[in-house]
């Protein structure tokens, strides 16, 4: 029914910047909850940044002040902003809906290295 398709990934120096794009393919776009995850193979998958419908954002407090998630819904897509990048922020980040169900992106490499 819903599929999210992720973009941006790639490899970046420290200190350095990257937006990833996310663009879902169902109509409730608008009435949405989205949010971007990471993880590390062997680790936890935690939450970097969320917005709600109406624009409510939450961060981890590892991205708050360098990330900034926003949404453009004319274009069905979640962005997630993400300046001043270091080495720990290497991970898979997935893109996240909540619709009539929950559905998850593929997920997109982002790799912070020197």
């Known amino acids: 029914q819903v599929q999210l398709v992720e973009s941006g990934g790639g490899l970046v120096q420290p200190g350095g910047s990257l937006r990833l794009s996310c663009a879902a393919s169902g109509k409730d776009f608008s009435r949405s909850t989205m949010a971007w995850y990471r993880q590390v193979p062997g680790k936890q998958r935690n939450m970097v940044a969320r917005?709600?419908?109406?624009?409510?954002?939450n961060y981890a407090d590892s991205a708050r002040g360098r990330f900034t998630i926003s949404r453009d819904n004319t274009k069905n897509t979640v962005y997630l902003q993400m300046n001043s990048l270091r080495p720990e922020d290497t991970a898979v980040y997935y893109c996240y809906m909540v619709s009539a169900g929950v559905y998850w992106g593929q997920g997109t490499q982002v790799t912070v290295s020197s």
């Open positions: 917005i709600t419908s109406s624009g409510y954002t």
